[in-house]
């Protein structure tokens, strides 16, 4: 058993940041992060608004950090899995692939969310076959191509104006009849000659052969079907929190967030959380930084505390 002072799940903004301040405060500090170092942060194209930054890729944001983190002393573990942990005791146990444990005084728990899906008829069988949720990741496969975007957000609007660079022609299909986004994603989408949009409409279902070739497109106010020939499809509707593992020990809301106090900690002393599993409002890579920071510095409260 590795014993540390504090162990992070999760490796994007949040828990990197919170990586960063406990590591340079000479706490030994351990991240465990199931999928790639970023989170959704390192699958965006273009960070634009992050303040000291003109203009950078999620994945250079990501490695950056991870560096950063590192260079105070800080643990990076990344494509493993969590298959047991202990929050109840004073010392916190977590093992993973069913056999490395590691202990800890404090953790913070940071797995952000993933992607949320349209749930239907399809859906899940072209995943990857012409189904994307991930602009970066899957841009260039579509190359003079004609995509269809899903959403109506800022990651729905700034996605779909990124791939201008290698579709011929995008669809936007929101549901409503306005857009959730900042004036300006709404600005330079609509402005975009490669851009067009059907709204208080839905995807319906997702049909084809070995890859995906067409969908219905639902008109949500009249029922109404139609069906168009597309060669890929992108959904942007919002992330779902990855907090299952954790539903029968933390105190969870009704959309599955974890609940914490002003000092982001949880139910359970010495359990802090940060970044976007967590109850909030607002959503952005800066409001993660945010939370890593002040878990960190919580956590490090705790400990010398206890």
């Given at each position: 058993?590795?014993?540390?002072?504090?162990?992070?799940?999760?490796?994007?903004?949040?828990?990197?940041?919170?990586?960063?301040?406990?590591?340079?405060?000479?706490?030994?500090?351990?991240?465990?992060?199931?999928?790639?170092?970023?989170?959704?942060?390192?699958?965006?194209?273009?960070?634009?608004?992050?303040?000291?930054?003109?203009?950078?890729?999620?994945?250079?944001?990501?490695?950056?950090?991870?560096?950063?983190?590192?260079?105070?002393?800080?643990?990076?573990?990344?494509?493993?899995?969590?298959?047991?942990?202990?929050?109840?005791e004073n010392l916190k146990t977590?093992?993973?692939?069913?056999?490395?444990?590691?202990?800890?005084?404090?953790?913070?728990?940071a797995t952000g969310g993933k992607?949320?899906?349209?749930?239907?008829?399809?859906?899940?069988?072209?995943?990857?076959?012409?189904?994307?949720?991930?602009?970066?990741?899957?841009?260039?496969?579509?190359?003079?191509?004609?995509?269809?975007?899903?959403?109506?957000?800022?990651?729905?609007?700034?996605?779909?104006?990124?791939?201008?660079?290698?579709?011929?022609?995008?669809?936007?299909?929101?549901?409503?009849?306005?857009?959730?986004?900042?004036?300006?994603?709404?600005?330079?989408?609509?402005?975009?000659?490669?851009?067009?949009?059907?709204?208080?409409?839905?995807?319906?279902?997702?049909?084809?052969?070995?890859?995906?070739?067409?969908?219905?497109?639902?008109?949500?106010?009249?029922?109404?079907?139609?069906?168009?020939?597309?060669?890929?499809?992108?959904?942007?509707?919002?992330?779902?929190?990855?907090?299952?593992?954790?539903?029968?020990?933390?105190?969870?809301?009704?959309?599955?967030?974890?609940?914490?106090?002003?000092?982001?900690?949880?139910?359970?002393?010495?359990?802090?959380?940060?970044?976007?599993?967590?109850?909030?409002?607002?959503?952005?890579?800066?409001?993660?930084?945010?939370?890593?920071?002040?878990?960190?510095?919580?956590?490090?409260?705790?400990?010398?505390?206890?």
């Amino acid at each position: 058993m590795e014993k540390f002072d504090v162990i992070i799940i999760g490796g994007g903004p949040a828990g990197l940041t919170a990586g960063i301040y406990l590591s340079r405060a000479k706490n030994k500090t351990l991240v465990l992060n199931e999928g790639v170092i970023g989170g959704q942060m390192s699958l965006t194209h273009e960070i634009a608004n992050y303040p000291g930054i003109d203009s950078v890729s999620g994945y250079m944001l990501s490695r950056t950090m991870q560096k950063q983190a590192e260079k105070f002393g800080c643990t990076v573990k990344s494509n493993i899995k969590i298959t047991d942990y202990k929050f109840n005791e004073n010392l916190k146990t977590i093992t993973v692939n069913n056999k490395d444990v590691f202990e800890a005084k404090a953790v913070i728990v940071a797995t952000g969310g993933k992607s949320r899906e349209l749930g239907v008829e399809g859906e899940k069988d072209f995943t990857g076959r012409g189904v994307s949720y991930c602009a970066t990741c899957d841009g260039d496969f579509f190359q003079d191509k004609e995509i269809i975007v899903v959403g109506g957000g800022n990651s729905a609007l700034e996605e779909a104006v990124s791939l201008t660079q290698y579709a011929s022609k995008i669809t936007i299909v929101h549901q409503f009849d306005h857009f959730q986004a900042h004036q300006f994603a709404i600005d330079a989408a609509q402005n975009h000659e490669k851009i067009h949009f059907i709204l208080n409409s839905t995807l319906s279902s997702f049909y084809g052969n070995q890859s995906l070739e067409k969908v219905k497109i639902k008109n949500l106010k009249t029922n109404t079907e139609i069906e168009m020939p597309i060669d890929g499809v992108f959904v942007f509707i919002g992330y779902v929190p990855q907090t299952k593992p954790f539903e029968n020990s933390l105190k969870l809301n009704t959309y599955g967030e974890i609940i914490s106090d002003e000092r982001l900690e949880t139910n359970i002393p010495g359990v802090f959380v940060a970044g976007d599993c967590r109850e909030k409002k607002i959503r952005q890579i800066t409001t993660a930084v945010s939370d890593g920071t002040i878990a960190a510095l919580n956590a490090i409260d705790f400990i010398q505390n206890n």
